[in-house]
């Protein structure tokens, strides 16, 4: 699709601006890294070779009779005694000593009997977000050679946790930002245009509206339903759309009564064309100027509720909750140091990024 003159200008100008643009390659890369977590951090194998069949763990269930074992179960790959019997073919008893028939079986024969030699393909991290490992000690445990910030107080992989809770807190900003950004758009450009009594009556809604104590409705809507990643959704984007109302109802009532417009009423354009065509482009650039304090906002807020334990679920990979986890266990200062740089980098990218959207937008700025 071929970009429009004024776009292809904006796009010009955004990539002029080198801390913008390396910032969008940066988050970019992290991102679509991150979309792959289950490949890069799993507690289960990406593939496995049995008996020369090819078996994909990550989105299929096997028990462990698949594998030549005695439980029906979803075999625990991480159980040396399931790893030696994928590795030998199910064909020598694996319950004494797994790992030395394995190192046996590199030749495919063990006791001069030939085997069906099977591999198991690992993710670079073997363990979950939710994987507790088998420390040997206590925990938090320091960062080590397998695990390479760490583990948490429940001695899980604080590396694995951080891949899987940044494509979380990615993901909830893209959604609440769009949806928010949607109703605020909507709520003031009607506001602005149409001014009046029907200003006057949705000033008064939202100044009403605004007064409600947001953590109060949050904590009885959790109480009443359980803590979920869409609630959250929901509860961010009730309160955080009228951020935007303010911006766009301003620059709607400045630009109403122009002679653009007053020409367009007088052509027959509608209403709504008219908001959409001719009024808001020109709201956008005031309104990217909020959009990242709105990003940055919608993350903070949900590693503040994390950090409360009013987020998402204790099992889910939030930053926040690492963060807390970084305040119970001053013991243990890889986790503040891991959640503070996890979030310093990541808003910082987002803020350089949408710093570099809204100077494309605003006409006044060009860079060299």
């Given at each position: 699709?071929k970009?429009?003159?004024l776009?292809q200008?904006?796009?010009r100008?955004f990539?002029?601006?080198g801390?913008a643009?390396?910032?969008?390659i940066?988050?970019?890369?992290l991102?679509?890294t991150s979309?792959?977590?289950?490949?890069l951090a799993n507690?289960?194998?990406i593939?496995?070779?049995?008996?020369?069949?090819y078996y994909m763990?990550l989105f299929?269930?096997?028990?462990?009779t698949?594998?030549g074992?005695?439980?029906?179960?979803e075999a625990?790959?991480r159980d040396?005694e399931?790893?030696?019997?994928?590795v030998?073919?199910?064909l020598?008893?694996?319950?004494d000593d797994?790992?030395?028939?394995?190192e046996?079986?590199?030749?495919?024969?063990?006791?001069g009997?030939?085997?069906h030699?099977?591999?198991v393909?690992?993710p670079?991290?073997r363990?979950?977000?939710?994987?507790?490992a088998?420390?040997?000690g206590?925990?938090p445990?320091?960062?080590?050679?397998?695990?390479?910030?760490g583990?948490?107080d429940?001695?899980r992989?604080?590396l694995?946790?951080?891949?899987?809770?940044?494509?979380l807190s990615?993901f909830f900003?893209?959604?609440v930002?769009i949806?928010?950004?949607?109703?605020?758009i909507?709520a003031g450009a009607?506001q602005?245009?149409?001014g009046?009594?029907t200003?006057l009556i949705f000033?008064?809604a939202l100044?009403?509206?605004?007064a409600?104590?947001s953590?109060?409705v949050?904590?009885i809507l959790?109480?009443i339903?359980?803590?979920s990643?869409?609630?959250?959704?929901?509860?961010?984007?009730?309160?955080?759309?009228?951020?935007?109302v303010?911006?766009?109802?301003?620059?709607?009532?400045?630009?109403r009564n122009?002679?653009?417009?007053r020409?367009?009423r007088?052509?027959?354009?509608?209403?709504?064309?008219?908001m959409?065509r001719?009024v808001?482009?020109n709201a956008?650039?005031a309104?990217?100027?909020?959009?990242p304090f709105i990003?940055?906002?919608?993350?903070?807020?949900?590693?503040?509720l994390d950090?409360?334990?009013f987020g998402l679920?204790?099992?889910?990979?939030?930053?926040?909750?690492?963060t807390?986890?970084a305040k119970q266990?001053?013991?243990?200062p890889?986790?503040?140091f891991t959640?503070?740089?996890?979030?310093s980098?990541l808003?910082?990218?987002?803020?350089f990024?949408f710093e570099?959207?809204?100077?494309?937008?605003?006409?006044r700025?060009t860079f060299q």
């Amino acid at each position: 699709m071929k970009l429009s003159p004024l776009n292809q200008r904006r796009w010009r100008n955004f990539r002029r601006n080198g801390r913008a643009f390396w910032s969008l390659i940066i988050f970019l890369v992290l991102f679509i890294t991150s979309l792959f977590a289950e490949f890069l951090a799993n507690e289960k194998p990406i593939l496995v070779n049995y008996r020369g069949g090819y078996y994909m763990p990550l989105f299929n269930v096997y028990p462990e009779t698949e594998f030549g074992g005695d439980l029906r179960i979803e075999a625990i790959y991480r159980d040396p005694e399931v790893e030696c019997l994928i590795v030998t073919g199910g064909l020598v008893d694996c319950w004494d000593d797994p790992e030395g028939l394995m190192e046996d079986a590199g030749d495919g024969v063990i006791d001069g009997e030939e085997i069906h030699k099977g591999w198991v393909l690992w993710p670079p991290i073997r363990y979950g977000y939710k994987t507790a490992a088998d420390l040997g000690g206590p925990a938090p445990s320091a960062p080590d050679g397998e695990h390479l910030l760490g583990t948490d107080d429940t001695a899980r992989d604080v590396l694995a946790r951080v891949i899987y809770g940044f494509r979380l807190s990615v993901f909830f900003t893209i959604v609440v930002t769009i949806l928010t950004s949607i109703i605020g758009i909507a709520a003031g450009a009607v506001q602005g245009y149409f001014g009046g009594r029907t200003d006057l009556i949705f000033q008064r809604a939202l100044e009403i509206f605004t007064a409600i104590p947001s953590l109060y409705v949050i904590i009885i809507l959790f109480a009443i339903f359980g803590r979920s990643f869409w609630l959250l959704v929901f509860v961010t984007v009730l309160f955080g759309w009228p951020a935007l109302v303010g911006v766009v109802r301003a620059e709607f009532l400045r630009a109403r009564n122009f002679e653009y417009v007053r020409a367009a009423r007088a052509l027959g354009v509608s209403n709504r064309v008219i908001m959409y065509r001719h009024v808001l482009p020109n709201a956008m650039v005031a309104t990217l100027t909020l959009l990242p304090f709105i990003i940055t906002g919608t993350i903070s807020t949900l590693a503040a509720l994390d950090f409360l334990g009013f987020g998402l679920p204790s099992s889910a990979p939030s930053l926040g909750e690492l963060t807390r986890q970084a305040k119970q266990n001053l013991q243990a200062p890889w986790l503040g140091f891991t959640a503070f740089f996890t979030f310093s980098i990541l808003l910082s990218l987002l803020v350089f990024i949408f710093e570099g959207v809204r100077d494309a937008f605003d006409p006044r700025k060009t860079f060299q």
